[in-house]
């Protein structure tokens, strides 16, 4: 059997926390670090939005010099970027681009006006893209045959319970 050619990059998923009474403890930074010292993740970009009173905003852009190891990933996402769009000579030019600059994929801007309404005054939100590393050879075996991703889409466990409270009451009335 023929071995599988892992793709460069993982697929990208951004995760939206909101904390109504953040602790600052550090004990979520603590579990994305964990995922990616296992190799599962690769954290790209971070942004944080503080509610400091009813009008009043702290955005906090966490830059990819502060994040170890992202110069290169900038320049793989660069690169793909600069294939899409001109080819090889676009592959070269966004290679080189996202290495000198990094990669920054949480638009602060947009971040804020998407998401500063839902934030209590003391609270804050944080938008992280990370990388699924473990995807890359399962993606790469995709490819190799042929395949392409239609959609895919992450249901979390209050996605399902809320599912049952609504098939409840639906069978059984309210």
Not at 134 to 151: K, Y
Not at 162 to 171: N, P, Q, S, T, Y
Request: proline share 3%; glycine share 14%.
């Amino acid at each position: 059997m023929e071995e599988t050619t892992p793709v460069l990059i993982g697929p990208i998923q951004f995760m939206t926390v909101l904390l109504h009474t953040p602790s600052w403890e550090g004990k979520i930074a603590d579990e994305f670090l964990k995922l990616e010292d296992d190799g599962l993740i690769t954290i790209v970009d971070v942004a944080i939005v503080n509610r400091v009173a009813e009008d009043e905003f702290e955005l906090i852009d966490i830059d990819s010099e502060l994040l170890p190891g992202r110069p290169l990933l900038g320049a793989v996402v660069g690169g793909l970027i600069g294939l899409g769009a001109a080819g090889e000579e676009g592959m070269e030019a966004g290679a080189e681009i996202g290495l000198e600059d990094g990669i920054e994929l949480v638009d602060s801007e947009e971040l804020f006006d998407e998401i500063a309404e839902e934030i209590p005054v003391g609270g804050a939100a944080a938008v992280v893209a990370f990388e699924q590393t473990w995807a890359r050879g399962l993606m790469g075996a995709i490819r190799d045959n042929g395949g392409e991703i239609l959609g895919d889409e992450i249901i979390h466990a209050e996605d399902l319970i809320e599912a049952g409270i609504e098939l409840g009451d639906a069978l059984f009335g309210e």
